[in-house]
């Protein structure tokens, strides 16, 4: 059965810290393309970042550039977003994806 479960969120104060992770079951990650998408209150679900099958090319959304960093650990199984400099618009809950698979997605708050 094929599954990504994300974890890692939280409540952080503006300018802290976090970073999600999203660990892949069921399927080798090896060969697929993962992104992260977040939804606020609200809001249409977007595109945050993306990396290829190999790691060797991202993606990031422009209000993430700079501060967030996507990377992959194919013999854990699991993709990471680095999330740094956070803003009170980054709250959200923040989803990974492969293909037509979903996490159940992790809140993170920013908030002081």
């Known amino acids: 059965q094929l599954q990504l479960v994300e974890s890692g969120g939280g409540l952080v104060q503006p300018g802290g810290s976090l970073r999600l992770s999203c660990a892949v079951s069921g399927f080798t990650l090896d060969y697929y393309r993962i992104g992260w998408f977040r939804q606020a209150p609200g809001k249409e679900r977007e595109g945050v970042s993306c990396i290829s099958a190999g790691g060797i090319s991202t993606n990031y959304a422009d209000s993430v550039k700079g501060r967030f960093t996507i990377s992959r650990d194919n013999a854990k199984n699991t993709v990471y977003l680095q999330m740094n400099s956070l803003k009170p618009e980054d709250t959200a809950v923040y989803y990974c994806?492969?293909?037509?698979?979903w996490g159940q997605g992790t809140q993170v708050t920013v908030s002081s």
């Open positions: 994806n492969s293909a037509t698979y």
